[in-house]
Every structure is written in C-alpha cells, then in structure tokens.
C-alpha cells in the first residue's frame, strides 16, 4: 500500500524559507511516476506548486517558479519542497501526491508569521 | 495557463436525487498521445482530496458507480446518479493535459 506524509515546521517567518518533506512508503519514487506538491489556503480551492518525475526532470507552476525548488532523495524515498522568500499568502496547508494525484498525504498546515 | 471553470459553484441537493457539476477548459485538453488529462476529486470536510475519476471518464478503484465522468474538448462533466450523505463536500476538476497544472474553483455539494 503507497502511502505519503508530509512532514516539517508549521510556522515560518516572512522572507524565510519553508522546506518540506514527503516520505514515501510501499513504493520507490524512482520507478515510475510523478511526485508533486499542492496547496490550499485557508477557505480556498487547490493549487498545483509543482512536480518532480522520477528521472528528476522538474516542472514548476509558473507563479511561484521563481521561488519555488522541488528535489529527490532516493537514498530515502523522499521528495522535498523549497519555496523561498516567503510571506502571509504562502499560508495554506501543503499536500504531496502522486503522479496525477491518485494518492494524497494528509496535509500539513504551514502559517508565515513573524 | 488554462483556466477550469467550474459550474455551479454550489449545489444543494435532496438526498438520492441526482447532481451534475460543469467543467469547462479555456483550451482543448486533448494531449498529443490521444489521450484528455481530465480528472474530478472529492475532498470532503477535513480531509485531503482523492481523486473519483481520471481522463475523463476512468472510476478511480473504490469508488461508487454512482459516479460517472463524462465530455469531451472544453467541456466535462461529473455525475452524481443519486447523492448520499457521504457525498457532501467541494469537488474539483484538474487538467493535466497542458503545464502548469490547473484546477477548477470547487463546487461546493450539500444537502438540503
């Protein structure tokens, strides 16, 4: 069974750097697929960050590209999300999923406050 | 980038009655290989999303047959055959034909 999580701070600082992770577990992130980054503001709808493929190619949701940097640790079956610069309207909760989206983690809820 | 919209973008509805929810892309979503990246999810209050349907019309597994996707093009369609409680919360299209990503608004599914 493929299962996902998320995980790292809750709380970032304005112009700091949020970093995430996601573990991956039943599957290796190496074999097949994408493997991608959503979020969701307070009372908002889905927005698509970016995705990583498993060769390591990267493609980024032109709004936040310039900010944004998504990476592979094979070694732990992980993926990772940087978005720098950060500020209040970076505030959401934070998915990662699979391929076309066909499995989702939980979520984990990321606050920009000083 | 290619916009999803998303009609109604709330629906009341009477438990066991049908629902319909309208999905319209700014731009074709047929991709290269023939195939259209056309997918619905279901997020329901507090939890993460999951995907119900995906190009269009493909049940996802475990989800209930009374869930049908349909269209084509522009213009897709997600069916309800008739809602149970469990149906309630905000339902999103996606295109995954054209880079960057994009989802619809969200069409909010209540009871009445």
């Known amino acids: 069974q493929v299962q996902l999580q998320e995980s790292g701070p809750g709380l970032v600082k304005p112009s700091e750097t949020l970093s995430l992770t996601c573990t991956v577990s039943?599957?290796?992130?190496?074999?097949?697929?994408?493997w991608g980054w959503i979020r969701q503001p307070p009372g908002k709808g889905l927005e698509w960050i970016g995705s990583?493929?498993?060769?390591?190619?990267?493609y980024y949701n032109p709004s936040l590209k310039s900010r944004v940097s998504i990476s592979m640790d094979t070694s732990k079956n992980q993926f990772s999300l940087r978005l720098t610069s950060v500020t209040a309207a970076d505030t959401a909760v934070y998915y990662c999923?699979?391929?076309?989206?066909?499995?989702w983690g939980q979520g984990t809820m990321v606050t920009v406050s000083s | 980038d290619v916009v999803m919209t998303q009609s109604p973008l709330s629906l009341p509805v009477t438990l066991g009655q049908p629902a319909s929810i309208s999905c319209r892309s700014s731009?074709?979503?047929?991709?290269?290989?023939?195939?259209?990246?056309l997918n619905w999810f279901q997020q329901r209050p507090g939890q993460s999303p999951r995907r119900l349907i995906y190009?269009?019309?493909n049940r996802d597994s475990g989800v209930p047959d009374r869930f049908s996707g349909s269209g084509s093009g522009t213009d897709f369609t997600l069916k309800i055959s008739r809602v149970e409680a469990e149906d309630v919360g905000v339902y999103y299209c996606?295109?995954?034909?054209?880079?960057?990503?994009?989802f619809g608004q969200g069409t909010k599914v209540e009871i009445k």
């Open positions: 731009q074709s979503l047929v991709y290269s290989d023939g195939y259209t990246y």
């Open positions: 190009k269009v019309s």
């Open positions: 990583i493929y498993h060769s390591g190619s990267t």
């Open positions: 039943g599957y290796s992130i190496t074999s097949r697929y994408y």
């Open positions: 999923a699979r391929d076309a989206f066909d499995i």
């Open positions: 996606m295109q995954g034909t054209h880079w960057p990503w994009t």
